[in-house]
């Protein structure tokens, strides 16, 4: 879900660990996870859009559960990204501040309008736009990943950048930009059960000025 908030750059820096070994889970050979036959025999119309879609990763790098959190206009073809991505998306599992696997929650787009020889229809989505007054160094955007750990009970344990934006003013401070976006609350595994887990989130922060 694109989400446009107002924010100011604070001075304050976010979350920080002398010792955190946490990183998101790694997409394994992206590029073989859709066919050419998957592709529905019709995905013209207006009417048509991405799906988002939520999927949560176990500590073996399965996806083990995919919801659908926006439609792209057709279920059946949200369904159909959901049964693809299940089936043979492959991670590299997270893991938490102390090196242990955890299971993780990331969302991705599936457009079947995209061509398969440009990529095939999955890729990352961005969660939120951040809007701000100034930027370093003039730029007019930049991008950073924050990866959130969550207790079972939906509190957040830990905030880190995951891919950083380059400037040092936005990755210092991007998790004290997130965490007032991102809802916290647990994430849900098999059969609904709340679980602990790694959430990544991207975002976009843009210059108004």
């Given at each position: 879900?694109?989400i446009?908030?107002?924010?100011a750059?604070?001075a304050?820096?976010a979350?920080?660990?002398?010792?955190d070994?946490?990183h998101?889970?790694?997409?394994?050979?992206?590029?073989?996870?859709a066919?050419?036959y998957?592709?529905?025999?019709?995905?013209e119309?207006?009417?048509?859009?991405a799906?988002?879609l939520?999927?949560?990763v176990?500590t073996h790098?399965y996806?083990r559960r995919?919801?659908?959190?926006?439609?792209g206009?057709?279920?059946?073809?949200?369904?159909?990204?959901c049964?693809v991505?299940?089936?043979?998306?492959?991670?590299?599992?997270?893991?938490?501040?102390?090196?242990?696997?955890?299971?993780?929650s990331?969302?991705?787009?599936v457009?079947?309008r995209?061509?398969?020889?440009?990529?095939?229809p999955f890729?990352?989505?961005v969660?939120?736009?951040?809007?701000?007054a100034?930027l370093p160094?003039n730029?007019a955007?930049?991008?950073?990943s924050v990866?959130?750990?969550?207790?079972?009970?939906?509190?957040?344990e830990?905030?880190?950048?995951e891919?950083?934006?380059?400037?040092?003013?936005i990755?210092?401070q991007?998790?004290?930009l997130a965490?007032?976006?991102?809802?916290?609350?647990?994430?849900?595994?098999?059969?609904?059960?709340?679980i602990?887990a790694?959430?990544?989130s991207?975002l976009?922060?843009?210059?108004?000025?």
């Open positions: 879900m694109k446009l908030a107002a924010a750059l604070l304050v820096p979350f920080a660990a002398d010792t070994l946490s998101g889970p790694t997409p394994l050979r992206a590029n073989t996870w066919h050419e998957d592709y529905p025999d019709e995905v119309g207006t009417d048509r859009q799906a988002r939520l999927l949560v176990d790098g996806v995919c919801d659908i959190l926006e439609s206009g057709a279920p059946l073809h949200d369904v159909r990204g049964a991505l299940t089936q043979r998306a492959r991670f590299n599992a997270a893991v938490d501040k102390n090196g242990k696997a955890i299971q993780s990331v969302a991705f787009t457009d079947w995209k061509p398969f020889a440009s990529g095939g890729a990352p989505p969660d939120f736009v951040v809007d701000v100034h160094d730029r955007l930049a991008s950073v990866r959130q750990i969550l207790s079972d009970q939906g509190t957040l830990h905030c880190d950048v891919s950083p934006s380059g400037l040092a003013a990755d210092n991007a998790c004290t965490t007032p976006l991102l809802k916290l609350g647990p994430v849900l595994g098999l059969g609904n059960k709340p602990r790694m959430r990544i991207r976009v922060i843009e210059r108004t000025g």
